[in-house]
Each structure stands twice: as C-alpha cells, then as structure tokens.
T-cell receptor, first 113, second 110 residues
C-alpha cells in the first residue's frame, strides 16, 4: 500500500533555531500533501495544504513565515519551523491524499528548549 | 469548519468487551467515510471505510455503521484488546473536502 515516510520522528532544538521536517511519498506521487499539528490529547489541526510546484495554502491563523512549506517534487514536502519557540513544541504530522483517503506519516515530535 | 483542537472524549472498556465509538458528521452531501486509529506518538492509520450507498461494512473485528438519516457514523470493535487502545478519528469526504472528527480516546481496562 501507499506509504508516507516522515522524518525525523523526534527532534529537540534550541529556541531561535529552525527545524525542517520531511514528508516523502515512497511508492506514489503526491501532488498534494497536508501538514497537521496535534497538541496533547487534542485532535488533528490542519495547518496547511502543500501543493507541488506552487505555494502552500495556509489555514487561518497559521503564520506562513513561521511555518515554511516547500513541495518541490512529487514525492517530497518539507515543513520548516523557523525561529522556533517553546510554544511551537508539538506533534506534527503530514499526510497525502491517495485515492479517496489519506495516508499519514508517522509524525514528528518537536520539543523546543 | 473542522472540529479541531477539541479535548478528546474518552471511552473506557473492559478487555474482551465490545467497543462502540460514535461520530456525528456535518455534511449530508458527504459520500465517503473513513475511520482512523492513532496510537500514542504515531500517525493515524486507516482502519476501515464505507461509502454512502452502504449502511454497514465489516472488517476483521471491526464494523462500521452509517446512518445517513441522522448523519451518524459508528465504529464497533469486537472483543476489544489492549492493543486497541488509541485515539480513533472519523473523516468525511465531500467533493474536494476531507473533514476529520474530533476523535475519541479508547482505553482498554485489564
């Protein structure tokens, strides 16, 4: 079946630094990928829709200069958390729409110290 | 809009009992539904889906029921096991839109 690989699974970074999270579709091409944020004991919150070859579409309230999304190829989308702060600590998940359903990455636990 | 950022409701069941997780969806035009399971620290995994022209679909130990009259979806897990402990999300699809429900945390008691 379709697999979405997300890397890294865990990352700890210092405040003020930037962190890049990668999401790859391994055996299919994904023109559209989605990035979610999930707080503890909360549901998925869609942050943005990543479109190959064009600008990402951000949900209301999500800072596009803070969360940079690049979808330069049909198999790779990246989310860069810039100038990270402790409040950016969260679980970030990517997904790709394949057929009529989503396939999710395994998530990235970001801790900003 | 999506029901996002809500605090997850919790369902606790005894090991071996059957679990029923409910989901109310929002759009009567939705024609495809999916249940996902998310274990702690992992991404959601597909469990089972159902199209709107069906009212029941069975998988291995799981059954999804769809009641379009009241826009209600349920996931039944037979003989619940400790490995079933997770958060379960429903998702509805209409047109280009996929909307996730708020999720339910299932805790399996020994």
């Amino acid at each position: 079946g379709a697999v979405v690989s997300q890397h890294p699974s865990r990352v700890i970074c210092k405040s003020g630094t930037s962190v890049k999270i990668e999401c790859r579709s391994l055996d299919f091409q994904a023109t559209t990928m989605f990035w979610y944020r999930q707080f503890p004991k909360k549901s998925l919150m869609l942050m943005a829709t990543s479109n190959e070859g064009s600008k990402a579409t951000y949900e209301q309230g999500v800072e596009k200069d803070k969360f940079l999304i690049n979808h330069a190829s049909l198999t790779l989308s990246t989310l860069t958390v810039t100038s990270a702060h402790p409040e950016d600590s969260s679980f970030y998940i990517c997904s790709a729409l394949i057929g009529r359903g989503y396939t999710f990455g395994s998530g990235t636990r970001l801790t900003v110290v | 809009g999506e029901s996002v950022g809500l605090h997850l409701p919790t369902l606790s069941v005894q090991e071996g009992d059957n679990s029923i997780i409910n989901c109310a969806y929002s759009n009567s035009a939705s024609d495809y539904f999916i249940w996902y399971k998310q274990e702690s620290g992992k991404g959601p995994q597909f469990i089972i889906d159902i199209r709107s022209n069906m009212d029941k679909r069975q998988g291995q130990r799981v059954t999804v029921l769809l009641n379009k009259t009241v826009k209600h979806l349920s996931l039944q897990i037979a003989a619940t096991q400790p490995g079933d402990s997770a958060v379960y999300f429903c998702a509805e699809n209409y047109g280009q839109n996929f909307v996730f429900g708020p999720g339910t945390r299932l805790s399996v008691l020994p």
